[in-house]
């Protein structure tokens, strides 16, 4: 086992015996949130907290949960925020890796990186801070009413939101260094992804994930392929946002060779489907980035099973 992945359980008996300051200060430590306007507890007697304005949760409260630093030999396994000195190294493999035939020295960024947790890994023995993967993580918790996330500009995923009873996790901006694409990067990532699941009690992690190509006909075999054998449960179901929706027809199930088309994917698509991983309906156009993107969704049960041996419901 690669991690030592431990789990605090509170003894249900013994929760009568709180004294008031520490009831107390377990309120205010659970409330704290950074928002864009102010806060508004409605209840505290069920600890439900609600906002006027798109909220995120303090990375302090999170802070041994969301956190990571893991030495295998050669490499560091860790998670850092978009303050740390590495920042800019992760950036710079997003653009080279997103971007690898422009001409600008601009590096990969948006206004989702300061909200993000970034799980990267080092590869020590050229640099401490030759960073060679990354993914970066938005999660949003159970209290936490709404979340922006960067999905919901490319795909309708209001399913998704409808219950505030999981806990997700938008896993995005996957990318490994161009000299280190043989598969042991991307699994360490995802041990890293596994522990964070663990820590955080997630219940579902979604994301986009791209073929290497803005013009969408020259998938259509392999998405029909995903809408016949990996599609959503209706109840988790996704849509396209219309105006960069890839406008195709569905081939017809009989057409298609089964084990081809799984074999003409993209790796890590490939690879979320090796642990369960649903794929919804329909793909958009990004002609940014020059892909076409479906999303992705996993029970973060199925993730675990591989790459964590632990019990899941030892943890819920």
């Given at each position: 086992?690669?991690?030592?992945?431990?789990?605090?359980?509170?003894?249900?008996?013994n929760?009568?015996?709180?004294?008031?300051?520490?009831?107390?200060?377990?309120?205010?430590?659970?409330?704290?949130?950074?928002?864009?306007?102010?806060?508004?507890?409605?209840?505290?007697?069920?600890?439900?907290?609600?906002?006027?304005?798109?909220?995120?949760?303090s990375?302090?409260?999170?802070?041994?949960?969301?956190?990571?630093?893991?030495?295998?030999?050669?490499?560091?396994?860790?998670?850092?925020?978009?303050?740390?000195?590495?920042i800019?190294?992760?950036?710079?493999?997003?653009?080279?890796?997103?971007?690898?035939?422009?001409?600008?020295?601009?590096?990969?960024?948006?206004e989702?990186?300061?909200f993000?947790?970034?799980?990267?890994?080092?590869?020590?023995?050229?640099?401490?801070?030759?960073?060679?993967?990354t993914?970066?993580?938005?999660?949003?918790?159970k209290?936490?009413?709404?979340?922006?996330?960067?999905s919901?500009?490319?795909?309708?995923?209001?399913?998704?939101?409808?219950?505030?009873?999981?806990?997700?996790?938008?896993?995005?901006r996957?990318?490994?260094?161009?000299?280190?694409?043989?598969?042991?990067?991307?699994?360490?990532?995802?041990?890293?992804?596994?522990?964070?699941?663990?820590?955080?009690?997630?219940?579902?992690?979604?994301?986009?994930?791209?073929?290497?190509?803005?013009?969408?006909?020259?998938?259509?075999?392999?998405?029909?392929?995903?809408?016949?054998?990996?599609?959503?449960?209706?109840?988790?179901?996704?849509?396209?946002?219309?105006?960069?929706?890839?406008?195709?027809?569905?081939?017809?199930?009989?057409?298609?060779?089964?084990?081809?088309?799984?074999?003409?994917l993209?790796?890590?698509?490939?690879?979320?489907?090796?642990?369960?991983?649903?794929i919804?309906?329909?793909?958009?156009?990004?002609?940014k980035?020059?892909?076409?993107?479906?999303?992705?969704?996993?029970?973060?049960k199925k993730?675990?099973?591989?790459?964590?041996?632990l019990?899941?419901e030892?943890?819920?």
């Amino acid at each position: 086992m690669l991690f030592l992945l431990k789990v605090d359980q509170k003894n249900k008996s013994n929760q009568g015996s709180f004294s008031k300051v520490e009831k107390l200060r377990d309120f205010f430590y659970k409330i704290r949130l950074v928002v864009n306007n102010f806060i508004y507890v409605k209840k505290s007697s069920n600890k439900k907290i609600e906002t006027n304005s798109c909220t995120y949760i303090s990375r302090a409260i999170f802070s041994n949960s969301r956190s990571l630093d893991i030495h295998l030999g050669r490499f560091n396994l860790k998670i850092i925020n978009d303050s740390h000195s590495l920042i800019n190294k992760v950036k710079e493999l997003r653009q080279k890796s997103f971007f690898k035939n422009s001409k600008t020295k601009q590096s990969d960024s948006d206004e989702y990186d300061k909200f993000c947790d970034h799980l990267v890994v080092i590869d020590k023995s050229v640099a401490d801070d030759f960073v060679v993967g990354t993914y970066r993580l938005l999660l949003k918790p159970k209290l936490l009413d709404r979340q922006r996330f960067y999905s919901e500009s490319e795909f309708d995923i209001s399913n998704l939101l409808a219950s505030n009873k999981n806990t997700l996790l938008e896993a995005g901006r996957s990318c490994v260094h161009e000299q280190y694409r043989d598969g042991r990067i991307i699994r360490l990532l995802w041990r890293g992804l596994a522990t964070y699941i663990v820590n955080n009690r997630v219940d579902l992690i979604f994301g986009c994930a791209s073929f290497p190509s803005s013009n969408y006909k020259l998938f259509i075999k392999q998405l029909s392929y995903l809408y016949h054998y990996h599609r959503t449960p209706k109840s988790l179901r996704t849509r396209p946002v219309r105006k960069l929706k890839a406008n195709f027809n569905v081939m017809h199930k009989d057409t298609i060779d089964v084990v081809q088309e799984f074999r003409n994917l993209p790796p890590l698509i490939k690879a979320y489907i090796r642990v369960g991983a649903w794929i919804g309906p329909g793909a958009i156009v990004d002609l940014k980035f020059d892909t076409t993107d479906v999303l992705i969704v996993l029970n973060s049960k199925k993730i675990l099973k591989k790459y964590a041996q632990l019990s899941f419901e030892k943890i819920h």
